[in-house]
């Protein structure tokens, strides 16, 4: 590990985003001057930095220990993984803003659409630099070389300031404000969990769903009612919540055949918890505030948070034949930033929901 000895700047980013971080590390390699055989800036993309003989954990642990400068990559790839979240929180408790000699600098940057609100929250205090923006990435060089006292050294490469400006605004058009991540398999887990987007829940939320199994399941189904009652003890609040109707057997098939052969029994078990969540609401004297009707398909599994408000948000997870991988796509969409969008989803939905003809109550 002699050789990390003098890592200047280490780059945290999600392998998916390493064009990009490897533009950045290009950036500053010769904006920098940086003497290749003395001096390193760590990117796990590129394996000139990595002896590949050496454990990975060692290597990335090392180098963050070593450097001056952390720049963490935040990307609908990245804000969610747990390595990159790992090696912004090393930056953060090794000595960051101390006077001590070994004390680092941790630079957030954003690209691909996302943007500060977007980030998790531990994360959102900081100052973060877009990269879709040539002047700010011009600044962030002489951000990084004053911290490394190299700010006599400096020659901004344009060439790479526009490349990288051009990278990060990929895909960003007529969507530029879904914020897409990819979250775990459990999305309990995930920062688009049921008890997140009810903490977020100032008056109302509408929930609707093929099984909504992750409510109803044995691991959740007492904590979720616990919470409900207590965000739904509040005045003029109200939660909505849409399921499929068991007894459409033709449609209870289809989704079977889409998602997994457990869907039905899924379904039977989510619509006993749910029937029995609202028999123990009205007896609480919460009759009206917990309000959940059954339909004959859901196709979109989807939330929205106080959808009338100008700052409502909605999640969308969609269904696909079978998962790749751990991971699953999860959107995020604001309705001040979006409105039409946002607007085309809760009118479709708060229609089918009040259309008598189209659903049931949970109860009959």
């Known amino acids: 590990m002699a050789r990390f000895s003098k890592v200047l700047i280490f780059i945290s980013h999600s392998s998916e985003d390493s064009s990009l971080a490897c533009l950045i590390q290009k950036l500053f390699e010769k904006s920098l001057k940086v003497n290749p055989k003395k001096e390193i800036i760590f990117c796990s993309s590129d394996l000139k930095s990595l002896r590949m003989d050496d454990v990975q954990y060692e290597r990335i642990t090392y180098a ?10 935040m990307t609908p790839n990245s804000i969610y993984r747990p390595w990159v979240l790992f090696e912004a929180g090393g930056a953060h408790f090794s000595g960051l803003g101390s006077a001590k000699k070994n004390s680092k600098s941790l630079f957030l940057s954003y690209a691909n659409g996302i943007d500060p609100q977007s980030l998790p929250a531990p994360l959102q205090p900081r100052q973060a630099r877009n990269l879709g923006d040539e002047n700010i990435v011009r600044e962030l060089c002489k951000e990084i070389a004053q911290k490394l006292q190299k700010s006599r050294h400096l020659r901004i490469e344009e060439e790479l300031v526009k490349k990288i400006s051009t990278e990060a605004t990929k895909g960003i058009g007529n969507w530029e404000f879904v914020q897409q991540a990819l979250v775990g398999e459990k999305i309990a887990a995930s920062p688009f969990g049921f008890e997140n987007l009810l903490s977020e829940m100032r008056r109302n939320m509408f929930v609707a769903g093929q099984s909504l199994f992750h409510l109803t399941n044995d691991e959740n189904r007492e904590r979720y009612k616990e919470l409900l009652y207590e965000k739904l003890s509040r005045k003029d609040s109200k939660v909505q919540i849409l399921i499929c109707n068991p007894d459409f057997k033709y449609a209870v098939k289809t989704w079977q055949a889409v998602t997994a052969k457990e869907y039905k029994e899924d379904l039977k078990h989510s619509v006993s918890v749910l029937k029995k969540w ?27 948070i106080d959808p009338e408000d100008k700052l409502g948000k909605l999640v969308f997870n969609p269904v696909v034949y079978q998962a790749i991988g751990d991971w699953r796509p999860c959107y995020l969409i604001s309705k001040k930033q979006h409105p039409r969008v946002f607007d085309y989803y809760w009118t479709v939905y708060k229609n089918v929901f009040n259309d008598k003809k189209k659903t049931k109550d949970i109860l009959n």
């Not at 963050?64 to 990559?73: F, G, S």
């Not at 959940?292 to 929205?304: D, E």
């Open 64 to 73: 963050l220990r070593a450097a001056k400068v952390i720049l963490a990559l």
């Open 278 to 304: 609202m028999k123990d609401f009205k007896n609480m004297k919460l009759k009206g505030r917990l309000d959940i009707r059954k339909t004959i398909i859901v196709p979109l599994t989807i939330t929205f």
